[in-house]
């Protein structure tokens, strides 16, 4: 599944598109992408066509787009294997293109984007806005203090530059939950999956069963900045691609699955110490660690 870092390359391509663009058309191939959208496929279409778009926004795995003199965003959720790929009239973007909308930018030529799907699992949907109760802009790349409903519910992400940092802390340690379990509950803080925890842990040497309300204020500071700079560096690389589900807006792959130092490395040496990266069950995946570096706790 995407994560923070592939949902913002993806937001970073689409905006100089986005931003400022005429909707000229919407075509809706396969309804089963709408699934998300409160009203028939004829609302969904009528809300965009003749609209302009603002902006690209994100807020943890969440993309949206503020629709120009309304309260109402379009907003998109990747999924396990969504994507969004900018063309032109001409291009192919192939048999699981489920939603084409036709964009005339504020300058260029006309140009199209299009979300494709293979497992249908993301979706695309015209929401409300509502305010955000701290007052500050919404998500990464908004000027407005305005969230879709949808996803309001989500705390806000590491690389928000509006991330109450005292706040995460203080939440974190007042759960008893393993460290992991608690890094991918959204509502806490957005958009760490299963990769970029896994990756934070080992860089912090925590084990990922390590009760939260274990840890001291320094701790989970250093795991959020280690968070940090993994989401950094994995930007820096694309974001991570294991297969051709996640790609950017112009159909490339993303590098970091080879600066990856525990996940999907089972059988293999850690970079740090030497022992052999263990797999183990967690909440119905997998998670990956150093034996050695991170030892179960004691705690538990």
Excluded at 201 to 217: E, G, I, Q, R
Excluded at 271 to 283: D, L, N, P
């Amino acid at each position: 599944m995407p994560e923070l870092p592939e949902v913002e390359v993806v937001r970073l391509g689409l905006e100089p598109v986005i931003a400022g663009a005429l909707i000229e058309q919407v075509v809706v191939k396969d309804p089963r992408s709408l699934k998300r959208h409160l009203g028939p496929t004829e609302d969904f279409i009528s809300s965009l066509e003749g609209h302009t778009l603002t902006h690209a926004v994100r807020r943890g795995k969440f993309l949206w787009f503020p629709i120009a003199g309304t309260n109402e965003a379009l907003v998109g959720h990747l999924g396990m294997s969504g994507q969004m790929l900018i063309g032109d009239e001409t291009s192919d973007f192939g048999p699981h293109a489920r939603i084409i909308v036709t964009l005339k930018p504020v300058r260029g030529l006309r140009m199209q984007v299009a979300f494709v799907d293979q497992r249908i699992f993301g979706s695309l949907a015209i929401d409300h806005c509502v305010d955000c109760p701290d007052g500050k802009p919404g998500g990464l790349g908004s000027p407005t203090a305005e969230v879709p409903k949808s996803v309001a519910h989500i705390g806000r992400d590491p690389l928000d530059p509006h991330c109450d940092d005292r706040a995460v802390i203080a939440a974190l340690r007042r759960k008893s939950t393993g460290i992991k379990r608690a890094l991918l509950d959204q509502n806490l803080i957005s958009g760490v999956g299963n990769i970029y925890a896994d990756e934070a842990l080992f860089a912090s040497k925590l084990h990922y069963d390590t009760p939260c309300s274990s840890l001291s204020v320094s701790k989970v500071r250093e795991l959020l900045r280690t968070i940090r700079e993994v989401f950094g560096r994995a930007l820096a690389e694309g974001g991570t691609s294991f297969d051709q589900q996640y790609v950017n807006v112009n159909g490339q792959s993303g590098y970091f699955s080879r600066s990856l130092k525990a996940y999907g490395r089972a059988g293999e040496p850690c970079v740090v110490c030497g022992a052999i990266i263990v797999r183990e069950r967690f909440m119905n995946r997998s998670s990956y660690r150093c034996p050695r570096c991170q030892k179960v706790p004691s705690t538990r």
